[in-house]
């Protein structure tokens, strides 16, 4: 269960699509038409991610990201937030808390009588996504942009 919510949260932010919004540069914050704010915090195109767990790397995986899918990590805080409680749902799971600032974006979910602590650090081109609680040891995901799609 930790594992797959681990790369249900990794995944979560590099394809659930929330709509489109503009694309400002890797970093920046731009308002969107309602007045709130996105950050282009995840660019588009051919991610690979590898997770870690007790120093062990598990196997490389790649994917497609679609503008329309990076909104979830770029969009505003709304977005982001129901972003999360959508695939937190699907799992089963129950988001209990959300920080978003700047390229960081934390939460916090309970699935079934576990709670795991999330964060994802977005760079643009790479991200790193850390794991903690439940009883586990510590899991992280590097993810790299390795090109266009």
């Known amino acids: 269960m930790a594992s797959r919510s681990l790369c249900a ?43 870690t767990l007790a120093n062990s790397a598990g196997p490389a995986q790649s994917r497609c990201v679609s503008p329309q899918e990076a909104v979830s990590a770029n969009g505003t805080d709304t977005q982001i937030r129901e ?15 959300v920080t978003i600032h700047g390229p960081t974006i934390a939460w916090v979910q ?17 991200s790193t996504t850390t794991m903690s609680g439940g009883g586990l040891r510590a899991m992280t995901t590097e993810s790299v942009r390795i090109g266009d799609c």
């Open 83 to 97: 972003a999360l409680a959508a695939q937190a749902a699907k799992d089963d799971c129950t988001i209990r808390s």
């Open 110 to 126: 309970s699935c079934g009588g576990t709670t795991l602590s999330m964060s994802t650090e977005y760079r643009g081109d790479s």
């Open 9 to 51: 949260a990794t995944c979560l932010l590099l394809t659930t699509a929330c709509g489109s919004a503009p694309e400002p540069k890797a970093g920046q914050s731009q308002a969107s038409a309602n007045g709130s704010t996105t950050t282009q915090r995840l660019n588009p195109g051919l991610w690979q991610q590898t997770g």
